[in-house]
């Protein structure tokens, strides 16, 4: 009977656990107060630069990267 009473104390354990993990992504999630959507909107305009040139030295690495 004991073992039993060990089964059950892991199973309860193993479910806190799934438990209070999902508490804590609901907690976080309802504490951003912003959707992902928005949140990858206003990071969109943070990004700066000139972005991808076509110099010489990137067209020498393609000709030896090339098969």
């Given at each position: ?18 438990l ?39 067209r020498e690495y ?6």
């Open positions: 009977m004991s073992s039993k009473a060990g089964n059950n104390g892991r199973r309860n354990f193993i479910k806190a656990l799934g209070g993990g999902a508490v804590a992504v609901t907690a976080a999630v309802l504490t951003t107060g912003e959707q992902p959507r928005e949140r990858a909107a206003r990071s969109e305009g943070k990004r700066k630069g000139a972005g991808y040139r076509d110099t010489a030295h990137v393609y000709k030896t990267a090339r098969v």
